[in-house]
């Protein structure tokens, strides 16, 4: 599948991008690129309404100025862990089942479909979502966003990635069938507003789905991981990665050990480590993912939990309906003609 265009911005993704700075959803023009055929390697992206342009760079629409990416970190984290967590590589279903248990969405229903991928990271999401027959606009705001191109290249132009911020998506309002976001709304400053800015894409009774991090008495009582997190997203990343190692390796076997036995398993959440002990990976893919979300744990600039609960409130101030929440998560469709987000 894989070919030298892969990479390439397709046209049709140009056709759906706007202005992230003007209302009026003003469409981008190519003032100049690199073209080979229908696809766009390099240039320059503008707008005739305000006059801003933005860059092509790598085969990826660029709309952050890097002294606005607060999720820097991400980028690091996804570029060491690029393929830990991608199904068709690790020889597991984990992210595909977790795609559709939270979302509720029907594999086949997905084939064919045009879904928005919010804070892809390395594309894991995004690279389940492609291998189930959809289309895919992965954005993210950090430089993970790279990663998630390499690991998606396969699926030729199948998914196209875009570094931009949720606060100002630059993609039109209702063209999309989908919008999944996983495991990102509690690592952005304003988790609320986080929420209201992605209805706008979807068309008329099309699905949305967030995964978060749920607000627990239980997380109260992480006093270890909350004591550490006083300090380590300030650390260079690579400083932060040799303290992960150092508790991760004198407490993987004892977690992994812990996590066989099932009344006592509960104190894994206890432990200064995220412990992942998932039966379908092998003792070194636990290893691995276990390192992977100690440094998640750690790492983010934002940590802020949410309650399912007010999640279902802000979709439907939103206009959203049928709406379903549960721990970590919320699902709903939207109603009628998207609302523009300030």
Not at 34 to 57: K, S
Not at 75 to 92: A, E, K, S, V, Y
Not at 207 to 222: D, K
Request: glycine share 8%.
């Amino acid at each position: 599948m894989q070919n030298g265009n892969s990479a390439l911005v397709h046209r049709w993704l140009l056709d759906l991008l706007i202005c992230p700075d003007c209302s009026g959803e003003i469409p981008l023009a190519v003032n100049s690129g690199n073209w080979e055929g229908e696809r766009l390697e390099e240039g320059v992206l503008g707008c005739a309404g305000c006059g801003g342009t933005w860059p092509v760079r790598n085969s990826v629409p660029r709309f952050v100025p890097e002294e606005q990416d607060y999720a820097g970190g991400f980028g690091f984290q996804w570029q060491r862990w690029r393929l830990t967590q991608i199904d068709r590589l690790n020889g597991t279903t984990l992210t595909t089942d977790r795609l559709l248990t939270d979302t509720g969405w029907d594999r086949d229903w997905i084939a064919g479909r045009l879904i928005f991928d919010g804070g892809a990271g390395a594309g894991r999401f995004s690279d389940a979502l492609a291998v189930m027959g959809a289309r895919v606009v992965s954005l993210d705001m950090s430089i993970a966003i790279d990663a998630c191109c390499e690991t998606t290249r396969v699926h030729g132009d199948a998914v196209q990635c875009i570094q931009a911020s949720l606060y100002a998506i630059p993609l039109r309002s209702a063209a999309f069938d989908a919008v999944h976001c996983a495991g990102v709304i509690q690592h952005t400053p304003e988790p609320e507003r986080t929420m209201r800015a992605m209805p706008r894409l979807l068309k008329p009774g099309a699905p949305l789905g967030y995964n978060f991090y749920e607000r627990t008495w239980s997380r109260r009582l992480q006093l270890l991981r909350a004591g550490f997190r006083l300090f380590t997203p300030y650390m260079s990343q690579r400083a932060l990665l040799k303290l992960c190692e150092a508790m991760v390796v004198p407490l993987f076997p004892f977690s992994r050990l812990v996590s066989r036995l099932r009344f006592v398993r509960f104190g894994l959440r206890f432990l200064p480590i995220c412990a992942s002990h998932q039966l379908e990976l092998s003792r070194d893919q636990q290893f691995e993912w276990t390192l992977l979300d100690t440094f998640d744990w750690y790492n983010p600039r934002y940590d802020q939990p949410q309650r399912h609960r007010r999640a279902a409130e802000i979709l439907d101030e939103e206009g959203m309906g049928d709406i379903v929440s549960g721990p970590g998560i919320v699902r709903a469709h939207q109603q009628s003609p998207a609302r523009p987000t300030c």
